[in-house]
């Protein structure tokens, strides 16, 4: 019954809001009531699993005990399993809740509840997927934002969260993944990771998320997160680390660009990579802007960053790299060894590319204006607004296709298309030179100095955070 008054109010706010100035004011009192509820102050979130078999949930509580979730194929729960997990302490002193469910078949339709010793949920649904096509939404820097002079802020951002992801579903009601690039919280505050995760949206839709620079302004990030396969890196950025999963045909390289340990990025993906050969494509996913040039003062980081990142998409044969932190939409060319080899133009198909494509995406809740910009020259396609803006990625066997739109209109403005004949495409089978092996190890030595200084800033902040195990992960 929870489940059907909650199904009821997302249908009354999609369909509402795409109509009148009026009917979207109700539909922000209905969120505005429903963020009072017990689900939504507990940040249930579903996180991707290591494949389709599998999903990741986290939410909070305020007392330690053995989580659970109850699982089953029928709506009243009835012959319903039972999957355990683990409480962590946050900084906070409450407890962040983490379980992993397992043994999930394809093209079927599941129940779950969270239980611990003191809460129980409503009964939320998800689907998985019943062949290897699929779409997901891909955004970056939500920028759900904690203010001490505005009490409703996180209410707010998380509004315009929650707003973009149901707009997203209107377009496309078959969205089984939600990818986003960094940034999710403003100051890496635990109520504002609480805040985005109140949607029900991220209930019921896996949702891959990495670290951002905003993320990392905190320690929250660290029990928040429930992403799969982590890696186990000598130097790490504490928060979190670089992740992986396999969603039916695609490898996803979920990366912390925050950390320029090159030693240990290039052998996490080498070890994914190997793990899975038989993926059709191999999409990447961190923080920081590479091609996108938009703002002049960033370029010598962004050249940096290119030096750590781009032959590692190379040399693996990544087909897409999503990105964030500049705020603007760019689309680069077709990449490799740091040029372009193809252009790409708003509509275009390219075939078997033998390079990677680097594409990012507008901030959610804090979208830059044209002010003082310096388009790159690797650039293909570009779109100067201050909407707000998602795009769904559309897999194939043969195809991925990437469509944008800004959400005040909710058309189309942008898309392309990858097409390969097989799962090599025209990637080459080439070694990085020499001197990328020498960067790899300068940048994970800059990456243990680098920590030092995230210790001294989140001790200012008051945080009591173990040296070593900052520094080393």
Known sequence: MNKKILSVFLAFVMVFTAFSPAYAQTAENAWNSYWETADAKAGIIMFPGADDSQ?????????????????????????????????????????ANKVTVTGLEAGKTYYYRCKTDNYVSS?????????????????????????????????????????????????????????????????????????????????????????????????????FSNMPNEGDHAVSSYVGSDCYFVKNNVLFLVMDSNNASGV??????????KENPDVDWKVMMFHHDLYGGRIPHRESENALLRILWAPIADEFGIDLVLLGHSHYYTVSNVMYNNKTVATLTNGATVKDPDGTVYMVSGSLNRPRDDEDISLGENVGIE???MDKIYNLIDFTEETLTVRSYAIESNVCFSSFTIEKSDADGGHSDRMPPLYNFIIRFI??????????????DLKDKGYDVNFFELLFG
Request: charged fraction near 20%; hydrophobic fraction near 30%; proline fraction near 2%.
């Open 264 to 273: 240990d990025h290039r052998n996490f993906v080498k070890a994914a990579v």
């Open 383 to 385: 779109y100067l607004t």
């Open 55 to 95: 999903r990741n949930f986290s939410w909070y509580s305020d007392s330690e005990s053995v989580p659970e979730i109850v699982l089953s194929e029928k709506s009243d729960m009835s012959g319903s399993a039972s999957f355990s997990g683990y409480s962590v302490e946050t900084y906070s002193g409450n407890y």
């Open 443 to 456: 940048g994970s030595v800059y990456a243990v100095f680098n920590n030092i200084g995230v210790y001294n």
């Open 123 to 223: 009964v939320y649904s998800f689907e998985t997927d019943s062949d290897d096509s699929f779409t997901a939404v891909y955004m970056t820097d939500i920028h759900v934002s904690f203010d001490e002079k505005n009490p409703d802020s996180v209410r707010d951002t998380s509004y315009n969260f929650d707003l973009t992801l149901n707009k997203a579903l209107e377009t496309d009601d078959d969205i089984s993944l939600i990818l986003s690039a960094g940034d999710q919280a403003s100051e890496g505050l635990e109520c504002e990771y609480i805040g985005m995760s109140a949607s029900p949206v991220v209930k019921s839709i896996p949702m891959a998320t990495t670290i951002g620079n905003h993320d990392r302004k905190g320690v929250d990030y660290k029990t």
